[in-house]
């Protein structure tokens, strides 16, 4: 192990910050050692915070239309060869009651940029899943929207909202997005999120096409700083109907590392072992809560639809009903001494 990374990452330890040089110092320097004591410094306060309690997102993936053109997404505007679906309110509605009978108290509604959904379609969904359940969270993941229309989702009753950063390099940003998309309107899109009052979740694609261990510490340095409730990191994975259709995966021992980082940096955040994970590692989502996890988000969307929503290619888990997806992950946690718990999952310490 790298004595100067070992002092480093005592040092985030204790202070939780370092400088963007200094996070891409332990990102340059990572080894097995190194792995292993972030890992331990993270499970430390993940039992602090959460004890062995792990929550689930139920997620429903309810259209895959969208109006942009991503370079490394499967649901991009230009790939002619996806088969496009949206769900009826009915539909989306049926997937929250079986979900709050399995134990989900915390809904994703998760989509493309769709705006065949009106925000008043979006309320009107929102307001009929807390109607049927008062203590079930309705969190929405549906992309960058004007402020005010965020705020009617809030008034609905959305308390939620998960818009991944992607990276923190403007620069970079803009070599994995058409022009139309900004890095700055992102931005936007996150502090008007908080200033609502929204718990929100932030993230990044880990070893994206093009993208310097400099680039991820400035997303470690932005989660830092930004501090989001939730953030949801996950190995870039490519999909064959886009343009990095040949670019190589990002690595499990990488985003592991991250996780584990993002845990110390910041102990009381909301950290899911993703299913990206679990697509380039059997046992990817197990090795992401014994790097400091604490959120799994099992697909809630009905099975006829699940092949169709594949952001990437050799998603996991498209074929399983919502109830054997939730059984084998109970299983799989508790193989490694975590519990799947029926609770909301707010962040520790959260002043509601």
Known sequence: MDINAKSLLDKLNIEHSLTVDEYEYLLNHVDDELMEAAAEYARAYQDKYYGNKVFTRGLIEFTNFCRNNCYYCGIRRENHNCERYRLSK?????????GYELGFRTIVLQGGEDFAFSDEDICDIVSGIRAAHEDMVVTLSIGERSRESYEKYYEAGARRYLLRHETANPALYAKLHPA????????????????????????????????????????????EEFKPDMCGIGPFISHKETPFAKEASGTLNTTLFCLSLIRIIYPQVLLPATTALGTIDPRGREKGIQAGANVVMPNLSPVSVRRMYTLYDNKICTGEEAAECRGCLEQRMSTIGYEIVVDPGNRAGLVQ
């Open 180 to 223: 139309e998309l900004s890095w700055e309107n992102r931005m936007r899109c996150l502090r008007d999120l908080k200033e609502i009052g929204y718990q929100v979740g932030a993230g990044f694609m880990v070893e994206s096409p093009g993208q310097t261990n400099y680039d991820l510490a400035m997303d470690l340095k932005f989660i």
């Open 90 to 98: 009915k539909q989306i509605l049926e997937c929250a009651d079986a």
